[in-house]
C-alpha cells in the first residue's frame, strides 16, 4: 500500500464500513449499487465510474456514474479492460489506454467522452467472478490511480459482491418459498378434484395418494341421471405441473363428455382427438373409463393402454382384462373397444402401477398377481376400506411406492337395491346467510322443509334443526367470535338412505382436536351443544374445505330408520 497518500486506506475504512454495510442490508440491489458507485467515483476522485455483471456469456453494465450513461452496455465476457479484469480475476490499473491493446474506444467515440486511466477491480466471492468497477480517468493530482486507491476499490468491490450474492440466493429462496406455494395450493386443487367417497351401499369407491405434492393420477365417480354411474381412473405420463395440468384437463374431458356418451369406447375417442389436438411434449394418459348400469350388476368399460383390471369374483379365480388399445393424446382417429364384464356378486378393481411396481425388501415388485392375492385376503369389509387397506399394504413397513397410488372399485348390488336412490343426490336446500343470530330463525325454517321432503318424523327433524342451529351458533361464537357480515353455507342434500347437511364457514381453520363434548356433570356454559349434535345424529365429523373456505362440518341422518321413503 502506499501510505504516504493522502487518500490511504485507512482514511477509507468509513466509506469500506457504511457502503459494506449497506450492501449487505439492502433491499434494492440496484439502486443502492448505483449508489454506491456514486460515492466510490467521489472518494476517489474518479471522473466517471461503472459496474459490469456476468450474464451468460457477457458483462453487463448496471450501474453508472460520471458525465456519460452506458446502463445496458452489453460486451463479450472476454473483451476489454474489464473483461481482462473479469477472467483473470485481478485488479487492473492501466496509466495510458491508447497504448492498452484490450482498450476499445468505440464508446468515447459515440459519446465524444475521453478516455485516458482506468483502475478496474472484480466483484470475486469464493473464486467466482460476479463482475467489476471500473474507475475512469483520476480528476486529481497527476490524473493517475495509485496504490492505496486500488486496495479501498477492492475493498469495496468484495463487499459489492458479497451483496449481490446474499440478494440472489434470498431471491432464490423467495423463488422456492413461492413454487413450493404454489405446489402446495396446487395440491389442494387436486385433491378437492378427487370425489369424496359415499357411504354404503354405493357401489364405486376411490383413493389417491399422491407420490409428490402434485400427482399426475386421478379418478372420478359420476352418477347420471338416468341410473347409471360413470367411473374413470387414468394415469398421466410424467411428473411435474404439467403432468398435474394435463391430469386435470383430462378428468374435465371425461366429466363432461360422460353426460352425453353412453358408450365408452365412443367416449375414449372423443377424449383421445381432444387430449391430441393440444397434447404436447409427447405426454400422455392412459386410462380406464366406463359406467355401471343401473341393474348395479353390468359393467361397460374401455382401457386405453392402462394397467388390466382385476375382476374379482367370490370362489372364482382372479380375470385380468388387458387394454386393447394405446393411451389417448398420441395418434387421433384411434379406435377403441368396449367391454361388458357381469359382477355376479364381484368387484372390478381398476389401479394404477404406482400399486403393480411397488417393490419389498427384495426388489421384487407386487404385480398383478400380489395384488389380486391382497385382496382375497382382505374378507368381508367396506369398499373404501377394501383400498385404503391394499394401499397401506403396498406402504407397509419393508416396501416402497415409487409413483401415486390411485385405486377404484366398482362392487355388484342386490337385485333388490335401488341405484338411483343411491347413486344420485338430491339437493333439497342451499343457503348463503351472514353469521349473524337474526338469521338462524330463517335456517331453521329451511331446515324442517328439507326434512319434510324425505318424510322425516316430527322427532328426528327436530332434532335435526337443532344440531343444525347449535353448529351455526357455535361458527358465530366460536369460528367467527362473533356476529359478522361474512357468510355461512348450508347445503342439505339426500344421499341414499342418509340426509347429508354440509355447513361451510370462511373463519380461519380450527383446531378439531379441542372440539369435543363436556362430561354432563361439568357445570359451566359451552359444550353440551357438541353433546347434543353427537347424540342424536348417525354421523358428524370435519371434511377438507372447498378452495378458500376455512372449514366445513358434515352432519349425517339416517332416513331408513324411520321406515318410510319419499
Do not use: W
Amino acid at each position: 500500500m502506499d501510505s504516504s497518500h493522502p487518500h490511504g486506506l485507512a482514511e477509507h475504512l468509513d466509506l469500506i464500513a457504511s457502503m459494506s454495510l449497506r450492501f449487505a442490508t439492502t433491499k434494492d440491489l440496484d439502486t443502492s449499487l448505483k449508489h454506491g458507485l456514486e460515492r466510490i467515483a467521489d472518494a476517489l476522485d474518479a471522473e466517471a465510474a461503472s459496474l459490469f455483471l456476468v450474464e451468460k456469456a457477457e458483462l453487463v453494465c448496471h450501474a453508472c456514474a460520471g458525465p456519460v450513461d452506458i446502463t445496458g452496455l452489453r460486451i463479450p465476457l472476454n473483451s476489454g479492460i474489464v473483461g481482462r479484469t473479469v477472467s483473470g480475476r485481478m485488479t487492473q490499473s492501466v496509466l495510458d489506454v491508447q497504448n492498452d491493446p484490450d482498450f476499445h474506444a468505440s464508446v468515447d467515440s459515440k459519446t465524444g467522452f475521453v478516455t485516458r486511466s482506468i483502475l478496474c477491480a472484480p466483484m470475486v466471492v469464493q473464486s467466482e467472478a460476479l463482475g467489476a468497477i471500473e474507475l475512469i480517468n483520476k480528476k486529481t493530482g497527476d490524473g493517475l490511480f495509485v496504490l492505496s486507491d486500488a486496495r479501498v476499490l477492492e475493498a469495496l468491490s468484495a463487499a459489492a459482491a458479497l451483496a449481490l450474492l446474499n440478494a440472489r440466493m434470498a431471491q432464490a429462496l423467495v423463488e422456492q418459498e413461492r413454487l413450493q406455494r404454489e405446489m402446495e395450493l396446487a395440491a389442494q386443487i387436486q385433491q378437492s378434484l378427487l370425489p369424496e367417497n359415499r357411504p354404503a351401499p354405493f357401489p364405486i369407491a376411490g383413493l389417491g395418494r399422491p407420490f409428490r405434492e402434485v400427482a399426475g393420477d386421478f379418478y372420478d365417480i359420476l352418477p347420471l341421471t338416468d341410473g347409471r354411474i360413470g367411473f374413470c381412473l387414468g394415469d398421466v405420463s410424467g411428473k411435474g405441473m404439467d403432468a398435474a395440468l394435463l391430469m386435470a384437463k383430462t378428468a374435465s374431458l371425461f366429466r363432461s363428455l360422460a353426460k352425453d356418451e353412453r358408450d365408452p369406447a365412443l367416449l375414449m375417442a372423443r377424449i383421445n382427438d381432444e387430449l391430441c389436438e393440444t397434447a404436447s411434449q409427447g405426454k400422455f394418459v392412459t386410462l380406464v373409463a366406463g359406467f355401471l348400469d343401473a341393474s348395479g350388476q353390468r359393467v361397460v368399460f374401455a382401457n386405453a393402454g392402462h394397467e388390466p383390471p382385476l375382476l374379482i369374483r367370490p370362489g372364482q379365480e382372479p380375470i385380468s382384462l388387458p387394454a386393447p388399445a394405446p393411451p389417448v393424446g398420441i395418434l387421433p382417429a384411434t379406435v377403441f373397444e368396449s367391454e361388458e364384464v357381469m359382477l355376479d356378486g364381484g368387484v372390478l378393481y381398476v389401479f394404477t402401477d404406482g400399486l403393480t411396481e411397488s417393490t419389498g425388501g427384495n426388489g421384487e415388485m407386487l404385480g398383478a398377481e400380489g395384488v389380486a392375492a391382497l385382496i382375497c385376503r382382505q374378507g368381508e369389509l367396506p369398499l373404501a376400506d377394501r383400498l385404503s387397506d391394499l394401499a397401506d399394504s403396498a406402504m407397509a413397513p419393508g416396501r416402497a411406492v415409487h409413483d401415486d397410488l390411485t385405486l377404484l372399485a366398482v362392487a355388484g348390488l342386490p337385485p333388490s337395491a335401488d341405484i338411483r336412490a343411491i347413486s344420485v343426490p338430491q339437493c333439497l336446500a342451499h343457503l348463503n346467510v351472514p353469521a349473524t343470530p337474526d338469521r338462524l330463525k330463517l335456517v331453521r325454517r329451511v331446515v324442517a322443509e328439507a326434512a319434510d321432503l324425505v318424510r322425516l318424523s316430527e322427532e328426528k327433524k327436530g332434532d335435526l334443526v337443532l344440531a343444525i342451529d347449535e353448529a351455526l351458533q357455535n361458527i358465530i361464537r366460536h369460528a367467527y367470535g362473533g356476529p359478522t357480515a361474512k357468510p355461512v353455507d348450508i347445503d342439505i342434500v339426500r344421499e341414499g338412505d342418509m340426509l347429508v347437511a354440509r355447513i361451510t364457514d370462511y373463519a380461519p381453520p380450527v383446531d378439531q382436536s379441542r372440539i369435543r363434548p363436556r362430561a354432563l356433570d361439568d357445570i359451566r356454559p359451552g359444550g353440551l351443544g357438541t353433546y347434543f349434535i353427537q347424540t342424536v345424529l348417525d354421523g358428524h365429523e370435519f371434511e377438507e374445505p372447498p378452495p378458500g373456505a376455512g372449514n366445513r362440518l358434515k352432519l349425517s341422518l339416517r332416513i331408513a330408520s324411520e321406515g318410510t321413503q319419499p
